[in-house]
């Protein structure tokens, strides 16, 4: 059951380079993408509509694929243009294609009704527009449901106990950090956290010289419906008054995070994680990734063991404590939205069936 009329990361541009045919499920959907010799990016089903073989098996030939099983040949609308030995092509004959968009290295993807297909709709994220923040983008696989990503991005305590010695660096920020402002919006939330006069966390304290110097650490977090997560980091000198906007020589960071359903069980998750002062110094970006690849193993080791206990045991009911308040909320919208979406879809097809019986 997911959300299909919105938009998903179906993939970073890194990952086309080459004109490489990538194959990628995506809502339980086999994708292609491919970038043609136009530069255009190409998304379409990944199944030759003549007997079922894989079109990224097959060849790219400029903004065409040609399926390599009895060489049908398909353009970028998904028309078919080619049967070896066949002059005449049946109009059926054709691969579903999918709206995308790409934009700030993103490749975005509407699964669903086409027509509905808006771009306005993207949430995009200022920083992977701006020069200014730099940093390394990356992707990992997890054998999990989305939403327990979701929730693990929703409650920053666990950084406390999940990511001691990464990204948290204490178990103190769980008990003495509460979130300052909880922002229900009416497709996702926004939490803020801080936690005063602190250690820098080792991630931090490997790219800084002054490692022992104590922080106001701040964290701001957006969610947004499908499972959009946008964070603003700001580690300022403690007592400057970080709290109240004096940002002076604060070191921030911006973080995107971006899962998207390959099926019920299985999570595609894109992030990056951008600073505004390596100026030339890439190694802190280097840097960066690797303990944010570190921390994010961590999280997988959990959420992945959750899925198994989950699957294990139909009937176990989450108990909810107050931190949940957020991913309560955005289960909730989403759901909201789900239903309604599939009521919409239900009604025309519930008339014509009518119809056709009448
Ligand atoms: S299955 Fe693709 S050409 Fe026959
Ligand atoms: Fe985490």
Redesign the pocket.
Known sequence: MFLKNCWYVAAWDYELIDGKLLARTILNEPVLLYRGDSGEVIALNDR?P????LLSQGRREGDSVR?M????KYDQTGRCVQIPGQDMIPPRLRVRKYPLVESAHLIWIWMGDPARADRSLIPEYAPLHDPKWKGLPAYLHYDANYLLIVDNLSDFAHLAFVHTNTLGGSEEYAFVTKPVVIEKLERGFRVERWHMNSESPPYHKKVIRDKDTKVDRRNHVTMLIPGIFYMETAFTPAGQGGEKGNLQNAREYRNCQYMTPETESTTHFFWAYLNNYEGEDSTISRSLLDSLIEGFMEDKAIIEQQQKTLDADAGFQMLGILADAPLAHFRRVLEKLIQAEQSTAAAPAAAAKETSLA
């Open positions: 030759c003549h007997r079922g073989a399926c099983y009895h060489g049908i």
